[in-house]
């Protein structure tokens, strides 16, 4: 079935320095969203990228969807303590028996010292 | 202000026992998902549901049991055949379709006493 695989599973750094979590897909997708889940916290929906090679941006968050669609990554500059969490990728499911459905990666956990 | 209410926050499980935990939501979504999350992991399907009076297993459904009788409701039972049931328990609801994000309530976190 599909899968879909984020790396890495830990990421310490210093307060100010850049975080990247990448996500890789065993299928083709349709969309790719991430979500962050702060300690303690629910998971909560950031964004969703669609197209091939998209490229967003939120303030200091930017996240690409690759040329074949099958990766993404989510690139935090200068990183704050307020970004401390986990943040995962999800992608649909692909059809059949799996719509409706989104697969999420393990997820990456973040932690900012100060 | 609409969203998805879980409750309660936090339950115990005596052994032999069941528990149900409740998942309302005011969003008018058509689609619900229970997730379990263990410390440090990411999110596992239980079961979900794109539309009342109808649900279909995820990849973690033995030992758990849904109903969606109402549209805003989307009750769990974990039951005495879950051996492991300590986790962290999320619901979430979408519009619906394929692909649509998910908005996730607070959780509820279930332990064995």
């Known amino acids: 079935g599909q899968q879909v695989m984020q790396i890495p599973q830990y990421q310490h750094v210093q307060e100010g320095e850049d975080f990247t979590t990448y996500c890789n897909s065993s299928?083709?997708?349709?969309?790719i969203q991430w979500y962050k889940q702060r300690p303690g916290g629910h998971p909560v929906f950031l964004i969703q990228?669609?197209?091939?090679?998209e490229v967003k941006k939120q303030k200091r968050l930017t996240f690409q969807f690759g040329e074949a669609k099958k990766n993404s990554s989510l690139h935090i500059t200068a990183t704050q303590t307020t970004d401390v969490g986990t943040y995962f990728c999800a992608g649909p499911g692909d059809g059949g028996t799996s719509y409706g459905k989104l697969t999420f990666g393990q997820g990456t956990i973040l932690t900012v010292h100060p | 202000d609409g969203g998805i209410t879980q409750s309660p926050k936090y339950l115990f499980r005596k052994e032999g026992q069941n528990v149900t935990l409740s998942c309302e939501q005011n969003l008018n979504h058509d689609a619900m998902y229970w997730y379990r999350q263990d410390p440090g992991q990411g999110l596992r399907l239980i079961y979900y549901s794109q539309i009342v009076n109808d649900f279909q297993k995820g990849d973690i459904a033995e030992g758990y049991s849904v109903s969606r009788e109402k549209k805003e409701s989307f009750p769990l039972t974990v039951t005495s055949a879950q051996k492991n049931p300590t986790a962290f328990y999320l619901c979430?609801?979408?519009?619906?379709?394929?692909?649509?994000?998910?908005?996730f309530g607070d959780g509820t976190r279930l332990s064995i006493l």
């Open positions: 299928t083709t997708l349709s969309n």
């Open positions: 979430a609801s979408s519009i619906g379709g394929s692909g649509q994000p998910q908005h």
């Open positions: 990228l669609v197209k091939s090679g």
